[in-house]
């Protein structure tokens, strides 16, 4: 099972239909419909593995650290962190992730994941390790890796999934998807089957069946299970699409000889098409009404990046909505991720800088309980047939309110120099059309804080640490 700083950092970069998952004997479940569609912009998800982006890259995200809030100190302390690597195209070969170490303070090792891509770019295999401190070795005692195949339209035609298997030292198959598209490129059915290590064959366990309208949009999926040599049926999710929107998705489940309606999702979105707001009801067998359950809300950029996720559960009691989870992105949203190197099952369309996980206290009032922040180095750039190295610096750093920033700027183009805190504030901003910026206020509390510079061919970001 992944370490917490861990999930926390894929929480934030990776969609829900594409976390990783180490219980490879269960590929196939019913998932959190309300996050699916509330965390893509997207009415179905393309299988596609391709995983270079456009580029030119300008900066790669080097790696990133996790930390945890003691409300009794007020300090924050270090959970772990992730070092993550690239090819020469942009493709993420893997990270390795560390905990750090309580008595010298050292980090140790935690897990990694290592991607091989085909010539295309395609990703052919995902492995996972853990670090098994006894023997000093990665493989440790959950490791599992994912091999692809593709069609000719370069959509994942299957995966086969193997646990590495300690006693043998190999590699043992445990369970096998097969995907079928149509003629648009649908994902319009997918199998699952399970190994069967005494008879050494593909046993089928599930199967869904995806229809969709004539404008390729996903408005029922049918899930089956394989029992007794015959295909049952076992849950149905039915979409009502309202201007192109999935504003409506009933799941029910298949009883004996009917569908019965367990679960209804509501949806709502802002006036550039981004879904924002969810209510969950689970049908009332008894009273045989829906009954509110949940909700999502969400503020999201112009991109359709999600800023905000608020989730609440609803007080059948006191008749009213308690909030339970909160999480917050912080992004700099002048900065395209075709223009960085980005981890595999990145996401977001503008560069992630941070996030903040909250919790609630007795009193129902949020506090920020976790966060990771992500960083990022420059990467050399062609312009004008001649390579270009874009450069900042920060001086000192650390420092204790005063210090200077250096960047280029050799057309004396004027910008916009920021300093932003962790939750996102902009706490200052000037215009600058030199290459040095001053600042010697000594009015910033201590923490981390982002320095934004941004002009009409210049945009990067830096940390920089402010101490007592």
């Known amino acids: 099972m992944r370490n917490i700083f861990t999930t926390l950092i894929f929480c934030s970069l990776t969609l829900v239909v594409l976390s990783q998952s ?47 809030y003691d409300s ?25 992730s560390y905990w750090r170490q309580d008595i010298q303070s050292n980090w140790i090792y935690s897990e990694k994941e290592d991607y091989v891509y085909d010539a295309n770019n395609l990703l052919l295999s995902d492995s996972y390790y853990m670090w098994d401190d006894v023997s000093k070795s990665w493989m440790g005692y959950d490791a599992s890796k994912k091999e692809y195949t593709y069609n000719n339209n370069n959509s994942t035609k299957s995966f086969i999934s193997s646990n590495w298997n300690p006693d043998s030292s190999k590699w043992i ?31 089928f366990s599930e199967k869904t069946e995806k229809h969709f309208n004539s404008n390729n949009q996903l408005i029922q999926d049918i899930n089956y299970d394989y029992s007794s040599s015959v295909w049952k049926y076992h849950f149905k999710d039915d979409y009502t699409l309202t201007n192109g929107h999935i504003t409506q998705l009933i799941q029910s489940n298949w009883n004996q000889n009917s569908w019965s309606q367990t679960n209804k999702n509501l949806y709502e979105y802002d006036a550039n098409g981004y879904p924002i707001h969810s209510i969950n009801n689970n049908w009332n067998f008894t009273t045989n009404v829906w009954e509110m359950f949940s909700k999502d809300t969400l503020t999201v950029t112009t991109h359709g ?81 001649n390579v270009k190295q874009s450069v900042s610096h920060i001086y000192p750093n650390p420092n204790k309110g005063s210090f200077s920033v250096s960047f280029d700027n ?46 009409k061919t210049i945009s990067y970001t830096d940390k920089m640490i402010i101490t007592k």
Request: charged letters at 20%; aromatic letters at 12%; hydrophobic letters at 30%.
């Open 305 to 385: 990046d999600i800023l905000t996720k608020e989730l609440y559960k609803w007080d059948d009691v006191n008749q009213k909505w308690i909030a339970s989870d909160k999480s917050e992105n912080i992004m700099d949203t002048t900065i395209s991720r075709n223009t960085i190197k980005v981890q595999e099952g990145y996401y977001m369309n503008d560069k992630l800088l941070s996030t903040i996980y909250y919790g609630y206290d007795a009193n129902n009032k949020s506090y920020q309980s976790n966060r990771s922040t992500y960083y990022y180095t420059k990467a050399i750039v062609l312009a004008d047939n």
């Open 22 to 68: 180490n219980s490879l004997l269960a590929l196939k479940y019913k998932t959190n419909a309300t996050t699916d569609v509330m965390n893509s912009n997207a009415n179905h998800i393309k299988s596609s593995r391709l995983k270079s982006y456009i580029g030119p890259f300008t900066e790669t995200l080097d790696s990133s650290l996790t930390e945890k």
């Open 72 to 96: 009794t100190a007020k300090t924050w302390s270090i959970l772990g962190k992730s070092i993550f690597a690239f090819d020469s195209v942009g493709n993420n070969t893997g990270y390795v």
């Open 173 to 203: 198959q445990a369970a096998k998807s097969d995907y079928l598209y149509d003629n648009n490129g649908n994902d319009t059915a997918d199998t699952y089957s399970n190994w069967d290590y005494i008879n050494l064959v593909w046993v």
């Open 410 to 455: 050799k057309e004396n183009e004027m910008v916009t120099i920021s300093i932003i805190d962790i939750s996102g504030r902009i706490i200052t901003k000037s215009n600058n059309q030199t290459i040095r910026f001053d600042y010697n206020e000594n009015s910033l509390q201590p923490g981390i804080y982002f320095i934004n510079v941004v002009g």
